[in-house]
Protein backbone atom coordinates (compact mmCIF):
# COMPACT_ATOMS: atom_id res chain seq x y z
CA UNK A 1 0.00 0.00 0.00
CA UNK A 2 1.19 3.36 -0.91
CA UNK A 3 0.26 6.47 0.38
CA UNK A 4 1.35 9.96 -1.73
CA UNK A 5 3.60 11.75 1.19
CA UNK A 6 3.24 15.49 -1.30
CA UNK A 7 -0.59 15.67 -0.53
CA UNK A 8 0.01 15.36 3.66
CA UNK A 9 2.48 17.94 3.65
CA UNK A 10 0.54 20.33 1.07
CA UNK A 11 -2.41 19.81 3.24
CA UNK A 12 -0.31 20.44 6.71
CA UNK A 13 1.40 23.00 5.34
CA UNK A 14 -2.27 24.82 4.04
CA UNK A 15 -3.36 24.37 7.89
CA UNK A 16 -0.01 25.99 9.38
CA UNK A 17 -0.06 29.07 6.85
CA UNK A 18 -3.83 29.51 7.46
CA UNK A 19 -2.55 30.26 11.61
CA UNK A 20 0.88 32.40 10.78
CA UNK A 21 2.65 29.44 11.74
CA UNK A 22 5.44 30.25 8.69
CA UNK A 23 8.89 28.29 8.58
CA UNK A 24 11.32 30.19 10.63
CA UNK A 25 13.87 30.11 7.63
CA UNK A 26 11.34 32.52 6.17
CA UNK A 27 12.01 35.64 8.12
CA UNK A 28 14.50 38.17 7.75
CA UNK A 29 14.69 39.04 4.35
CA UNK A 30 12.28 40.60 1.86
CA UNK A 31 14.11 39.11 -1.36
CA UNK A 32 17.68 37.73 -1.83
CA UNK A 33 19.18 40.98 -1.30
CA UNK A 34 17.02 43.13 1.00
CA UNK A 35 17.03 42.10 4.74
CA UNK A 36 13.34 42.61 6.32
CA UNK A 37 13.62 45.54 8.64
CA UNK A 38 10.87 43.80 10.94
CA UNK A 39 12.63 41.05 11.33
CA UNK A 40 16.13 42.44 10.96
CA UNK A 41 17.32 40.00 14.06
CA UNK A 42 17.77 37.17 11.82
CA UNK A 43 19.42 39.01 8.89
CA UNK A 44 21.73 40.16 11.91
CA UNK A 45 22.29 36.30 13.18
CA UNK A 46 23.02 35.15 9.12
CA UNK A 47 25.32 38.73 8.34
CA UNK A 48 26.91 38.36 11.99
CA UNK A 49 26.98 36.08 14.12
CA UNK A 50 28.66 35.76 17.39
CA UNK A 51 31.60 33.75 15.79
CA UNK A 52 32.35 33.80 12.06
CA UNK A 53 33.58 30.16 10.81
CA UNK A 54 37.17 30.65 9.41
CA UNK A 55 35.96 28.80 5.79
CA UNK A 56 38.90 30.13 3.69
CA UNK A 57 40.94 28.32 6.10
CA UNK A 58 39.15 25.35 5.41
CA UNK A 59 39.29 25.50 2.20
CA UNK A 60 42.92 26.32 2.05
CA UNK A 61 44.06 23.89 4.52
CA UNK A 62 45.49 26.76 6.84
CA UNK A 63 44.95 27.01 10.73
CA UNK A 64 42.37 29.35 11.91
CA UNK A 65 42.56 33.13 12.60
CA UNK A 66 41.36 32.08 16.36
CA UNK A 67 39.78 29.92 17.91
CA UNK A 68 35.77 30.56 19.08
CA UNK A 69 35.56 31.28 23.37
CA UNK A 70 33.50 29.28 25.43
CA UNK A 71 30.25 32.20 25.26
CA UNK A 72 31.07 32.50 21.38
CA UNK A 73 30.81 28.41 20.86
CA UNK A 74 27.63 28.86 23.83
CA UNK A 75 25.86 31.20 21.17
CA UNK A 76 26.22 29.54 18.40
CA UNK A 77 25.11 26.39 19.57
CA UNK A 78 22.26 28.14 21.33
CA UNK A 79 21.02 29.64 18.22
CA UNK A 80 21.41 26.99 15.86
CA UNK A 81 19.69 24.99 18.18
CA UNK A 82 16.78 27.67 18.50
CA UNK A 83 16.49 26.83 14.48
CA UNK A 84 16.12 23.22 15.17
CA UNK A 85 13.63 23.35 17.23
CA UNK A 86 11.44 25.32 15.71
CA UNK A 87 11.34 23.69 12.81
CA UNK A 88 10.33 20.26 14.96
CA UNK A 89 7.89 22.28 17.12
CA UNK A 90 6.30 23.28 13.30
CA UNK A 91 6.09 19.64 12.45
CA UNK A 92 4.28 18.90 15.13
CA UNK A 93 1.66 21.84 15.21
CA UNK A 94 1.16 20.75 11.59
CA UNK A 95 0.08 17.51 12.75
CA UNK A 96 -1.78 18.60 15.71
CA UNK A 97 -3.96 20.87 13.32
CA UNK A 98 -3.79 17.79 10.94
CA UNK A 99 -5.48 15.96 13.21
CA UNK A 100 -7.37 17.84 15.09
CA UNK A 101 -11.23 17.59 12.80
CA UNK A 102 -10.89 13.72 13.59
CA UNK A 103 -10.83 14.40 17.40
CA UNK A 104 -14.15 13.51 19.22
CA UNK A 105 -15.89 14.69 22.43
CA UNK A 106 -16.71 12.19 24.90
CA UNK A 107 -13.08 10.45 24.20
CA UNK A 108 -10.90 8.16 26.40
CA UNK A 109 -8.28 7.15 24.73
CA UNK A 110 -5.79 9.73 23.71
CA UNK A 111 -5.66 10.43 20.35
CA UNK A 112 -3.00 11.74 17.42
CA UNK A 113 -4.02 15.46 18.32
CA UNK A 114 -2.79 14.76 22.06
CA UNK A 115 0.55 12.81 20.43
CA UNK A 116 1.28 15.89 18.27
CA UNK A 117 0.59 18.17 20.87
CA UNK A 118 2.49 16.74 23.31
CA UNK A 119 5.79 17.00 21.48
CA UNK A 120 4.99 20.32 20.22
CA UNK A 121 4.64 21.78 23.55
CA UNK A 122 8.21 20.01 24.15
CA UNK A 123 9.89 21.56 21.49
CA UNK A 124 8.26 25.06 21.35
CA UNK A 125 9.52 25.28 25.33
CA UNK A 126 12.36 24.29 24.78
CA UNK A 127 13.29 26.16 22.07
CA UNK A 128 12.09 29.28 24.73
CA UNK A 129 14.91 27.73 27.05
CA UNK A 130 17.51 28.14 24.25
CA UNK A 131 16.43 31.89 24.09
CA UNK A 132 16.59 32.52 27.46
CA UNK A 133 20.07 30.70 27.74
CA UNK A 134 21.29 32.87 24.30
CA UNK A 135 20.22 36.33 26.21
CA UNK A 136 22.26 34.73 29.66
CA UNK A 137 25.21 34.06 28.04
CA UNK A 138 25.23 37.26 25.88
CA UNK A 139 24.88 39.93 28.93
CA UNK A 140 26.39 37.46 31.80
CA UNK A 141 28.80 35.37 29.91
CA UNK A 142 27.53 32.11 31.60
CA UNK A 143 24.08 30.21 31.49
CA UNK A 144 22.04 30.23 34.46
CA UNK A 145 19.05 28.51 35.72
CA UNK A 146 16.33 31.10 34.77
CA UNK A 147 14.44 29.98 32.38
CA UNK A 148 11.07 31.51 32.33
CA UNK A 149 12.21 35.16 32.53
CA UNK A 150 16.17 36.08 32.43
CA UNK A 151 15.55 38.51 34.86
CA UNK A 152 19.32 39.15 35.59
CA UNK A 153 20.31 39.60 31.97
CA UNK A 154 17.41 41.87 31.41
CA UNK A 155 18.77 44.20 34.33
CA UNK A 156 21.83 44.23 32.64
CA UNK A 157 20.77 44.92 29.63
CA UNK A 158 18.81 48.06 31.35
CA UNK A 159 22.18 49.08 32.68
CA UNK A 160 24.02 49.16 29.39
CA UNK A 161 20.91 51.21 27.77
CA UNK A 162 18.96 48.84 26.14
CA UNK A 163 16.08 49.00 28.45
CA UNK A 164 13.55 48.96 25.57
CA UNK A 165 15.00 45.32 24.58
CA UNK A 166 15.03 44.59 28.23
CA UNK A 167 11.32 45.40 28.04
CA UNK A 168 10.22 43.81 24.96
CA UNK A 169 12.37 40.51 26.40
CA UNK A 170 10.80 40.23 29.53
CA UNK A 171 7.35 40.88 27.75
CA UNK A 172 7.98 38.13 25.37
CA UNK A 173 9.17 35.48 27.69
CA UNK A 174 5.89 36.22 29.90
CA UNK A 175 3.89 35.27 26.71
CA UNK A 176 5.47 31.88 26.52
CA UNK A 177 4.53 30.94 29.81
CA UNK A 178 1.30 29.85 29.38
CA UNK A 179 3.01 26.93 26.82
CA UNK A 180 5.40 26.47 29.32
CA UNK A 181 2.49 25.61 32.38
CA UNK A 182 0.71 23.64 29.96
CA UNK A 183 4.23 21.14 29.59
CA UNK A 184 4.38 21.58 32.72
CA UNK A 185 1.53 19.84 33.59
CA UNK A 186 1.86 16.81 31.14
CA UNK A 187 6.00 16.26 32.60
CA UNK A 188 5.19 16.31 35.75
CA UNK A 189 1.52 16.12 36.17
CA UNK A 190 -0.81 13.69 34.11
CA UNK A 191 0.43 13.48 30.18
CA UNK A 192 -2.64 11.36 29.00
CA UNK A 193 -6.08 11.55 28.64
CA UNK A 194 -6.68 7.85 30.46
CA UNK A 195 -4.70 8.99 33.53
CA UNK A 196 -7.01 12.24 33.49
CA UNK A 197 -10.42 9.68 33.03
CA UNK A 198 -8.29 7.30 36.11
CA UNK A 199 -8.13 10.60 38.17
CA UNK A 200 -11.80 11.39 37.82
CA UNK A 201 -13.21 8.23 38.53
CA UNK A 202 -10.89 7.84 42.02
CA UNK A 203 -11.77 11.67 42.73
CA UNK A 204 -15.58 10.41 42.19
CA UNK A 205 -14.65 6.93 44.28
CA UNK A 206 -13.40 8.92 47.43
CA UNK A 207 -16.68 11.26 47.44
CA UNK A 208 -18.45 7.98 47.92
CA UNK A 209 -16.34 6.77 50.49
CA UNK A 210 -16.37 10.42 52.76
CA UNK A 211 -19.86 10.34 52.19
CA UNK A 212 -21.14 6.70 52.24
CA UNK A 213 -23.04 6.99 49.31
CA UNK A 214 -22.66 7.41 45.60
CA UNK A 215 -23.99 10.74 43.33
CA UNK A 216 -25.80 9.22 40.69
CA UNK A 217 -26.77 11.26 37.35
CA UNK A 218 -30.37 10.78 38.61
CA UNK A 219 -29.59 13.41 42.28
CA UNK A 220 -29.16 16.00 39.62
CA UNK A 221 -33.03 15.69 39.28
CA UNK A 222 -32.40 16.42 35.59
CA UNK A 223 -35.78 15.15 33.44
CA UNK A 224 -34.53 12.14 30.98
CA UNK A 225 -35.26 14.22 27.79
CA UNK A 226 -32.81 16.82 28.92
CA UNK A 227 -29.96 14.59 29.08
CA UNK A 228 -28.84 14.39 25.56
CA UNK A 229 -28.47 18.12 26.22
CA UNK A 230 -26.52 18.25 28.83
CA UNK A 231 -23.85 15.45 26.75
CA UNK A 232 -24.22 17.92 23.50
CA UNK A 233 -22.74 20.92 25.85
CA UNK A 234 -20.33 19.08 27.42
CA UNK A 235 -19.18 17.68 23.86
CA UNK A 236 -18.88 21.25 22.42
CA UNK A 237 -17.29 22.42 25.73
CA UNK A 238 -14.27 19.13 25.07
CA UNK A 239 -14.04 20.11 21.89
CA UNK A 240 -13.57 24.17 22.22
CA UNK A 241 -10.78 23.67 24.77
CA UNK A 242 -9.21 21.66 22.03
CA UNK A 243 -9.38 24.33 19.62
CA UNK A 244 -7.82 26.78 22.85
CA UNK A 245 -4.52 23.83 22.79
CA UNK A 246 -4.54 24.39 19.19
CA UNK A 247 -4.13 28.14 19.37
CA UNK A 248 -2.05 27.89 22.36
CA UNK A 249 0.37 25.71 20.26
CA UNK A 250 0.54 28.38 17.43
CA UNK A 251 0.32 31.74 19.13
CA UNK A 252 3.77 30.40 21.14
CA UNK A 253 5.49 30.09 18.01
CA UNK A 254 4.36 33.34 16.62
CA UNK A 255 5.74 35.10 19.88
CA UNK A 256 9.01 32.87 19.42
CA UNK A 257 9.67 33.93 15.72
CA UNK A 258 9.43 37.42 17.00
CA UNK A 259 11.33 36.76 20.47
CA UNK A 260 13.71 34.76 17.99
CA UNK A 261 14.73 38.43 16.07
CA UNK A 262 14.74 40.70 19.06
CA UNK A 263 17.30 38.34 20.68
CA UNK A 264 19.65 38.00 18.17
CA UNK A 265 19.49 41.64 17.03
CA UNK A 266 19.98 42.29 20.99
CA UNK A 267 22.93 40.01 20.96
CA UNK A 268 24.47 41.66 17.80
CA UNK A 269 24.01 45.30 19.13
CA UNK A 270 25.38 44.32 22.76
CA UNK A 271 28.56 42.78 21.20
CA UNK A 272 29.26 45.68 19.19
CA UNK A 273 28.69 47.96 22.02
CA UNK A 274 30.85 46.37 23.70
CA UNK A 275 34.07 46.28 21.55
CA UNK A 276 33.66 50.68 21.22
Request: glycine share 6%.
Amino acid sequence: MTFDLDVLRKKTEELLCSRGVFDIDDFGWLNENDADPEFIGYAMWALSPPYAHDFDGWQNNTPPGRAPTEAEQQLMELGHDFFGLMKTARHFIGYTLLHQPAVLPLRVEPTAFDFSEFAALVALTSAADRLSDFINVTTLGRKTKEKRVPIKACAKLRESGLGVEADELQEGFKAILKARDARNEVVHGLATLPAYTEKLLIAAECKAFEEKRWHAASDREVPYHEHGDVIREFGAQELADVEARAKLLCDCYVTLVKLGELSFRTENVWRHRQKL
